[in-house]
């Protein structure tokens, strides 16, 4: 053999050697780059999982409390103070009487200024008509206990949306089983609808608007809706789908 020859296939095997190189080297590459792409995405996936289990607790125990608040409101139960009748400096009885007096402390007592306020008798009690809202009026028991729209607490749910806008930034997303996606981001949609119809709830009761009950409903429909589809997504979450 010639020694031009054996030089030809040192050559070749070297050429050999280097691409076989080379492609392990990408393919060692490619497999870091899958797994460190597999840890994010089961991080992310975890992360995910804690905030809906977090999130889907909150929103139940203010939904659980809305309703009761609702439940108040359209049977005209919710109390909204009381007074002792022999502690007042008027006869409770006299409607104009009592009328003069609330002008005098429930601009104190609210945060929308009162700039109409009426006292009309009924049968069995008093109707009290401050600005676009009506309250109930009770004697009972040497009390006077007064129902209705104000005073009231929301109690909004404190509810996150960190971990979906971690998967949006980091890329993880593209990861996912497609349905899987979809069910995260109705999830993260209904979020943001509850938390808009929070501020403006919020708005509507230091307004003094009366259809303050209208948006609490809306409120609990949000919280209802955001439960049943936790439960889809945290039931797909603990499945085969994203293992």
Known sequence: MSKSTINR??????FLSIIFAVLLALLLNSLRES??????????????????????????KSMAYRRD????????EHLVMSMPVNDLPIDASN???L???LKRILPFAQSTPVTYLKVQSLKENRIISINNRTMTLYLQDDMLLFYGPYNLQLRTADISN?????AKATGTL????????DALNNVYTLNNQYLETSDKAIDQIYAGKPSIRSVLEDMYYFETQIVKADSILLTM??????E
């Open 99 to 101: 009328e003069n007096y």
């Open 9 to 14: 296939q040192q050559l070749f095997l070297e």
């Open 162 to 166: 960190r971990s979906w806008e971690i």
């Open 69 to 76: 608040l609702i439940f108040e409101l359209y049977n005209d």
């Open 95 to 97: 409607d104009r009487q």
């Open 174 to 181: 593209v990861e996912m089983d497609l349905a899987l996606v």
């Open 237 to 242: 979450l603990n499945s085969d789908e994203v």
């Open 35 to 60: 797994m460190a792409t597999e840890r994010a995405l089961d991080r992310v996936t975890e992360s995910i999982r804690a905030e809906i289990l977090k999130n889907d607790s909150t929103i139940r």
